[in-house]
């Protein structure tokens, strides 16, 4: 009597092998789905590279002095770095497609109210992380570049970028700024999710200002202006998303209210 227990045992766990493998399985064909997506999207730009840099590089060689230029430390610098951006480029376009493959995902395992939720929030994410980064590339950057080549001038010092380090410095300022964009979608979230409420987020909004300041003297160069251009518009959005919060809120209270009255009867 007691020799089918083990049997039923292991029958049940066959299945969630089966099963955890199969999500295995998926995971990997979404991941090389993405992966092809940006790789198309790389191969189409790939003949363009250099003109692709350029773009990059425009608001720097706009602000240059008369004899400053771009420089190559590096060997296969003038090679790999427009290799790289262009690969950026593809997968800022491809994005779409990867943020497809990982709805498609996890859409499953999410309730219908949730599946709801997810589709503006994801758009709405991608729509301001570009508009961060326009920010970045049409104000920030001549910005810090003018006032840089302003600094230099004083003191005699040639005005050369490595494209390297040139590279380096716009992708982490397009983070910075397309991150900052996304605070909104951060302060709607909390709010929805009821981590925070919109008393609690107008009550720190000092500490707010504070930290955006802090925020702004630790990612943009060391002058007044660098750190107006972070600090301003981060809390911008910060009041953006108490907006946004106070509307999805007001929304949402008649279904909750409407709720709690019929579990009451």
Known sequence: MSSPEPNRTEDSGQPGEESFISHLIELRDRIIRAGIAVIVVFIGLVYWA??????????????LPKDGKMIVTDVTGSFFVPMKVTMMVALVIALPVVLYQIWAFIAPGLYQHEKKLVVP????SYILFLCGMAFAYFV?????????????APLGAEMSTDIDNYLSFTLTMFLCFGVTFEVPI?????VRMGVVTLAKLKQIRPYVVVGAFVVSAVVTPPDVFSQLILAVPLIL???????????IVGKDKPRIESGDSATSD
């Open 237 to 247: 959005l910060y009041e953006a998303g108490i907006v946004a919060a106070r509307l």
């Open 186 to 190: 951060v302060v709607v979230l909390l």
């Open 140 to 152: 920030v950057f001549p910005t810090i570049f003018r006032v840089m080549a302003h600094y230099n």
């Open 50 to 63: 250099p003109n692709i840099f350029h773009l990059l590089a425009r608001p720097l060689l706009d602000n």
């Open 121 to 124: 929030l994801v758009s709405s």
